[in-house]
């Protein structure tokens, strides 16, 4: 559903973990069949091995096209609209910000129980799939996502830089698991360019040079047009 950009910054081989094993962005832009194709190609798989793939096409599909995914993909990704905020909210799982794990909206809210400015408020309770979801019975302050469409062309770094900034001006911690965090991200340079206070296109613009190698990576395995 994500198929239709690339963006965010490449994982550094030494951060590689089993929420992230290749050097490709957060969002990379491809099917699985044509992921798969690219790490047989580039000889990802360890010692070398290659794997015996029969990749069947889609007839008549194209990278524009608005894919609705007919089954949820997990409990947590209840509606198109948070699989398409998932790129941009799920850097907030080790932080102290919740994404709405324990509501109806996963990935389509943003809060913490200490941003009491903010009139939107939400209560995170077990259910299916977050049995002990973060500030669990707590009535948590932010903002809903649930009418604002995700970008099309981009992840949005704007809510990572707007509640870190938030959290830092009331001296409540932001990151609860930095590993963790460099892991989503691949690196460990995220979470430096936020703690240093650099700004969405600042950020980006250190992804640019890596982001035009990758896609240049991926066109020989690339089954659809854009």
Known sequence: PNIH????PILDVKFSSFVGMHPVPVVYGMTIGEYAGMINGEGWLKD?????LDVIPCHSYNRSMNYI???KPS???ASANAIAHYPSLCFFEPTSI????????????IGQPGLTEHSYSFTPMPRTGASNPKHEGQ????ESLIDRPARRDAMELKWLIKYYALCKDKEIPFFTNERFFDLLAGSSSLREQLIAGLGETEIRASWEVDLREYDNL????????D
């Not at 324990?102 to 990935?107: I, K, L, R, S, V």
């Not at 009535?139 to 932010?142: A, E, H, Q």
């Not at 991926?218 to 047009?225: A, D, E, S, T």
């Open 98 to 109: 919740s994404i709405g794990r324990g509501t109806p909206h996963a990935f389509e809210l």
């Open 48 to 52: 070398n091995v290659q794997c015996k």
């Open 69 to 71: 995914l007919p089954v």
């Open 5 to 8: 950009y690339i963006d965010g």
């Open 139 to 142: 009535l948590c302050f932010g």
């Open 75 to 77: 409990p947590n990704l």
């Open 218 to 225: 991926r066109k020989p395995y690339m089954l659809y047009p």
